[in-house]
């Protein structure tokens, strides 16, 4: 049974570590405060799975955790070291995947392990590696706009995975697919966990997903984003998006998912009536 | 095929047509030359190598000219798209030049350098460049952020994020700029040569006129014309193709 927690309580040096991370944008509105006064851990090999509205700065979590951004104040820390830029030891999948349509699928994969100065033939043998891993051996030589959106995913999973990182940071992977290849995609992403134990932040708006896939699940607030409530999901792997243990765990996290999302409706009927 | 029959077909069409009306004497065939003529005239040219000499000079000019400012095109581009300042200022400027006629370059550049060979090298450039930096700035600030963003998390920064992601990333855009600054570097280039008289292709047209040739005025403007197209076709048609295969239909995944 799931077991609300205010505070995750760490037993080793947490994986990834937020002290007081703040990160606010100027806009033509005025100050847009996207997280205020973030306090989390991750541990090593956690499934933490990020939920809250849209707007609720969940991505902005993750570019932070990844390095593409820098918070307002707050600081941000990695196996005990500050995080001060991007590094391949924390990859991003995001939403739009940003896969390179000038590669094939195999110089793809192989891209981050290029930067890294890996020479040619363990490059190959890597991606090689990999793509056996994610089932797309055959299509090393194909152009990215020849495959499937499942098959894209799983692209950019091996591109994630080829550096070996210790932390995968993933924003809405499966958002844009269709309810059987993500349930597909769960299953196999459920697996590369399992088998390689990385850290993994999974930022969603999909409760159910959350569940089916997380340790943990941490509800963020609309506006400023901060820590609502989180959930501790013990329910036994492997998952099915079916059992009805699971849809009830889900539907106590929507019940307080729901508050949010009315406090961004109301925010976002506030702004028409202004205009 | 179909396409090919087709075009062939109109071509003859438009040859025979040409050869009834001089047939007809309407005008005097020194106005108004046969197909058979302007062959002889393109036969002669190759044959007592002015064609030749004229077409060397012209394409070492325009490999000259054209080079350079692909060079300074690219680069201006990309330090416009990048840098907010010389957008402001500089970016400005390159719109409002590209509107004036590269034949206008033409007095200041005799002016400046003379009738040298670098005054028609200045109008190729000021000709060309302008198209090729504003399709190279346009074709950067096009790159979707995500590439960006992935490339860095993957570990790429400052060189090698310029060079295999943001090049690749907006070759599309620069190989339309690229045509498109050949286009214009090939006009300038025999504009200004039928005025800066000198050896070349637009030399030859000039002296056609001058000797009341009009076989040899169209034999050169064919010449001309066969240039353009060649490059056009056989060079970037191929380079398009080559990105359209591999990028497919849609430009951002």
């Given at each position: 049974m799931p077991l609300e927690t205010t505070q995750a309580f760490v037993t080793r040096e947490a994986k990834l570590r937020l002290e007081g991370v703040s990160r606010s944008f100027q806009t033509a509105r005025g100050l847009l405060v996207a997280l205020e006064d973030l306090h989390l851990e991750v541990r090593e090999g956690e499934f933490l799975c990020l939920v809250g509205p849209s707007g609720c700065g969940k991505s902005t979590l993750l570019s932070l955790l990844a390095g593409l951004d820098r918070p307002t104040a707050g600081e941000i820390w990695m196996d005990g070291r500050p995080v001060e830029g991007p590094g391949t030891d924390r990859i991003v999948i995001f939403q739009e995947l940003?896969?390179?349509?000038?590669?094939t699928v195999q110089e793809n994969v192989e891209f981050g392990l290029r930067m890294q100065g890996v020479g040619k033939r363990e490059r190959r043998e890597r991606s090689q590696h990999y793509l056996r891993l994610v089932h797309l051996s055959r299509f090393e030589?194909?152009?990215?706009?020849?495959?499937s959106g499942g098959m894209k995913q799983r692209v950019a999973l091996a591109r994630s995975l080829v550096t070996e990182p210790d932390v995968l940071l993933m924003d809405e992977p499966f958002a844009a697919l269709d309810a059987q290849t993500r349930d597909l995609l769960h299953e196999e992403l459920a697996r590369l966990w399992a088998e390689t134990g990385k850290t993994i932040v999974f930022v969603t708006h999909n409760v159910r997903e959350a569940v089916r896939l997380g340790d943990r699940v941490m509800l963020l607030t609309f506006?400023?984003?901060?820590?609502k409530s989180q959930f501790d999901i013990t329910l036994p792997?492997?998952?099915?998006?079916?059992d009805p243990e699971l849809a009830l765990t889900a539907r106590e996290v929507l019940a307080q998912l729901k508050e949010e999302i009315n406090k961004a409706v109301k925010e976002e009927y506030n702004h028409e009536e202004n205009h | 095929m179909k396409r090919t029959i087709r075009q062939l077909a109109f071509y003859l069409w438009l040859v025979a047509v040409w050869q009834i009306l001089s047939d007809l004497k309407i005008w005097p065939p020194y106005l108004f030359p046969t197909p058979q003529s302007v062959l002889e005239s393109v036969r002669a040219g190759f044959s007592d190598r002015s064609f030749l000499i004229g077409l060397g000079v012209s394409m070492k000019r325009i490999g000259l000219g054209y080079g350079l400012s692909v060079l300074l095109g690219i680069t201006l581009g990309f330090l416009i798209a990048v840098n907010e300042f010389l957008r402001d200022t500089v970016g400005g400027l390159v719109l409002s030049l590209q509107s004036l006629p590269s034949l206008c370059w033409l007095p200041l550049a005799v002016l400046w350098f003379g009738l040298t060979e670098k005054a028609i090298l200045f109008v190729v450039v000021m000709g060309s460049l302008l198209a090729v930096t504003i399709n190279t700035e346009v074709g950067v600030r096009h790159v979707p952020r995500i590439y960006l963003l992935a490339g860095r998390n993957l570990g790429a920064n400052g060189l090698p994020l310029f060079l295999h992601v943001l090049l690749p990333a907006s070759l599309p855009h620069l190989i339309a700029g690229l045509k498109q600054g050949w286009a214009f570097a090939w006009r300038s280039l025999i504009s200004g040569e039928m005025i800066f008289v000198s050896l070349g292709l637009g030399h030859l047209l000039m002296m056609g006129r001058d000797l009341n040739d009009m076989s040899q005025v169209l034999a050169v403007m064919l010449l001309i014309m066969a240039i353009g197209q060649i490059v056009d076709r056989v060079v970037f048609e191929t380079l398009e193709n080559r990105i359209r295969r591999k990028w497919g239909v849609a430009s951002a995944v």
């Open positions: 940003g896969l390179f349509p000038w590669l030589t194909s152009y990215v706009h020849q495959l506006r400023p984003g901060r820590i792997r492997p998952r099915h998006l079916e | -």
